[in-house]
């Protein structure tokens, strides 16, 4: 690889193409167009940029039509938000929203709204309606957004530095192993990482040129990323921290900014209002009491992450790198050590630890580890091959890496749905939500409906769960009140407490009628089976409204059976 490729009348890094005037006298034969467009491609196909994509492309498209939705039980979710968007753009229920989206949990109990932000899951909903209910046009979303990610750190790089080390680090950024991992499934963390990319890309173009058009693009990817995914707020720490350092104070006279700074607000505040008033746990997940930022703990758990994110070599590297950018302190310097910094106060400062988290501020860590090369190897060009190889060996491990795979609910679900009197279904297991996700997927007019386990155990966010029904007969009596003749179960209970349902199905008052494996490459999911009971007895469906428990929202969902199951929905 080399630091530039030069194409004849083509600079290959910017989008102007080469004028017919540069090429000598115009000639309209169809010969010198043929000639012309060839030189195009040419010029095209040797874009690092294009280059870098399609490498990325090729890496994250492999098996990605493999495998259905379990990633940390929040892929089953976001899967569902996304049915709920396309569901609710076909069926426009525009004159009572809120009952819509109420029956739509009732009927299909995996819904997270408005748990995250809505934008994801919009352009998720639109994907759904465009090519159907199935795992890789999920995934589909998220590659777009991982393409967007690498794309923008790519042009951020480059701008402080020689392009190879630019296309190395983003190749790096694509194919380290905890990265790819979430750019396989369907979660937040690489969509909300592509727009503050894009965002950052954007405000640096804005210092450079202070042009209005960068401006409003800089307020569009900011509101963005605030729509996909909470952890977008480090985003407006950074550009108040860079703003700061830089002292670009003479931008706050422009009237723009402040207007570009509160469309942007009109356009985030409301879900965050809804969102806060709705949800029951809200404060608790960002601040709670405060008595946490008093733990040693919580100032180094970001920290003790990193080395299991990045290994050994990466991480020596980057802090290398960073010592290095502490003494020379060039713009590039500051301005990675700035996000870095801005990174870690954020995320320190919210009560929820995740090593998720880290994922917005360690890019600029591979950015000083191979700017660390070069100050180690002296010369360029074992910088180059030193780089080169690092690079190869992250993308050759994450091209011949598998995709994590579950397979078992979607024939569960299609099994189910084919039998008499399945239009309530009751499932038990980690797997319910990519239960009901299938059931979506196979049922066009939603006729049917699930049932989950919170009807019988309520677990609030891994406290100790609370008892519903407390014996077998309260549970045999659910089961005929709903009019639920078929039960899914895993083989494994997340809650001792559900020991009871587990008893009840191996008594004579259920039949086994199939037993379907788990089939994965995960050991966390090995020899693992769903098994589909059949009630004997008689079923007496309730005519009343039955309370459906919330963990989330502030009251529980009541629900007309009648209504939601055994014809077509809404009506």
Known sequence: ??????????????????????????????????????????????????????????????????????????????????????????????????????????????????????????????????????????????????????????RIAERFGPRYRAFLSAVILACIPFLLLYERVTMLEIPVLGACLGAIHFWLRFLETERRRDLWTLAAFSAAALLINQKAIFLPLFIVFDFAVERRFHLLKRFDIWL????????????????????????????????????????????????????????????????????????????????????????VLIREKDPRHTMLWVPPLFYFGLAALETL????????????????????????????????????????????ESDIVYYQGYLGGDFIFFVRKFDSEKRHMVAREKQVVVSDFGQRPTKVLHTKNEILSFFQAWGIRYAVIEDR????????????????????????????????????????????????????TVSIPMMTIRKNISADLSRLAGRPWPN
């Open 260 to 347: 570009a700074a509160l469309v942007s607000a009109a356009a985030v505040l409301p879900w965050y209002m809804l969102a806060s008033r709705t949800l029951s746990f809200w404060s608790g997940r960002v601040a709670g009491d405060g008595s946490y930022l008093s733990l040693g703990v919580n100032y180094t758990f970001y920290l003790t992450q990193l080395y299991k994110q990045l290994g050994p070599v990466l991480l020596c590297l980057g802090c290398v790198g960073l010592l290095l950018a502490l003494l020379k302190r060039s713009r590039a310097d500051r301005f990675f050590l700035i996000w870095i910094l801005s990174g870690y106060i954020c995320f």
């Open 377 to 420: 190897f002296l010369r360029r060009i074992w910088a180059l091959i030193g780089s080169t190889v690092l690079a190869l060996v992250f993308f050759v491990n994450a091209l011949r890496s598998e995709r994590p795979k579950v397979d078992g609910a979607k024939e569960a679900a299609e099994y189910v749905l084919s039998l008499p």
């Open 1 to 154: 690889m080399v630091d530039h490729i030069a194409v004849p009348g083509y600079d290959s890094d910017r989008p102007e193409a080469s004028s017919p005037q540069s090429l000598g006298p115009v000639d309209n034969s169809a010969t010198f167009r043929q000639s012309l467009w060839r030189e195009r491609a040419i010029a095209l196909l040797f874009r690092p940029s294009l280059f870098l994509l399609i490498l990325v492309t090729v890496v994250l498209t492999r098996g990605i039509a493999q495998g259905e939705f379990f990633y940390y039980g929040d892929e089953m979710r976001h899967a569902m938000n996304g049915a709920f968007f396309r569901d609710f753009l076909v069926d426009l229920p525009l004159q009572h929203p809120l009952q819509y989206t109420y029956e739509y949990y009732a009927k299909y109990p995996a819904l997270a709204f408005p748990h995250w932000p809505p934008l994801f899951h919009f352009i998720e909903g639109v994907f759904f309606l465009l090519f159907g209910f199935s795992p890789w046009v999920s995934r589909l979303v998220v590659l777009g957004f991982a393409l967007l990610a690498v794309y923008f750190w790519y």
């Open 493 to 544: 209970d997340e809650f001792p407490a559900l020991g009871p349902v587990r008893e009840l199905m191996n008594s004579d008052q259920f039949e086994l009628l199939r037993t379907i494996p788990i089939r994965t490459n995960l050991p966390n999911f090995s020899s693992r089976q769903i098994q589909v009971f059949r009630f004997r007895g008689e079923l007496h469906r309730t005519n009343q």
